[in-house]
């Protein structure tokens, strides 16, 4: 008879803490959209990153550095680049499936390829660092990438703002008609 109390209340412990997890599972997650927004601190980053490497690079190109100084501020980068990338995985929450749109979903994944074409574009900027006139045109084609994953962010994020404006301004109609009707 024992046996069997200690066997129930094991049972429920079981089943109250697996409870426990999936909901800790299930019901902790981000909204697409609310990921999206939070995405605006790495484009200032990325904003940032930019205007150093262009500094540094133009300076490189017009004589300024020496290719030493250069591939030494491009390792730099490519160590600042990397924390970006390492901070960003640890702060990417578990997105619910469920709340992914098109848009949203283009505009996380142009953040997440802004670190591959940066990763990329500092690459091929120590294999060409002895040859500017291929530099050029690498931070040429780089840059095109560059602005393709921003216009893809910004457009997501207008989209966004879009939808939420029709939703509020159909509450503000909703709530005016109310008024009306009412009296109020």
């Known amino acids: 008879m024992i046996k069997k109390i200690i066997i129930i209340i094991s049972g429920i412990i079981i089943a109250f803490l697996a409870v426990v997890f999936i909901r800790k599972i299930f019901f902790k997650t981000t909204t697409a959209d609310e990921w999206l927004v939070k995405q605006k601190e790495y484009v200032d980053a990325f904003s940032d990153f930019d205007d150093s ?27 600042e680049l ?5 901070a960003y995985d640890k702060e990417k929450p578990k ?22 074409v940066y990763s ?12 500017k006139e291929a530099l050029l045109y690498s931070k040429l084609a780089y840059k095109q990438d560059v602005e393709d994953c921003l216009l893809s962010y910004i457009t997501s994020v207008s989209i966004l703002n879009e939808e939420v404006e029709k939703m509020q301004g159909g509450k503000d109609k909703q709530e005016e008609a109310t008024s009306n009707f009412t009296g109020n």
């Open 53 to 79: 490497y262009n500094t540094v690079f133009t300076l490189y190109v017009q004589g300024g550095l020496t290719e030493a100084n250069f591939l030494m501020h491009v390792d730099q980068f490519e160590n």
């Open 120 to 131: 990329n574009l500092l690459k091929d900027a120590k294999e060409n660092s002895g040859n």
């Open 82 to 86: 990397q924390l970006m990338k390492t």
């Open 95 to 116: 997105i619910n499936i469920k709340s992914y749109t098109y848009a949203n979903k283009k505009g996380i994944e142009a953040i997440e390829n802004l670190f591959s």
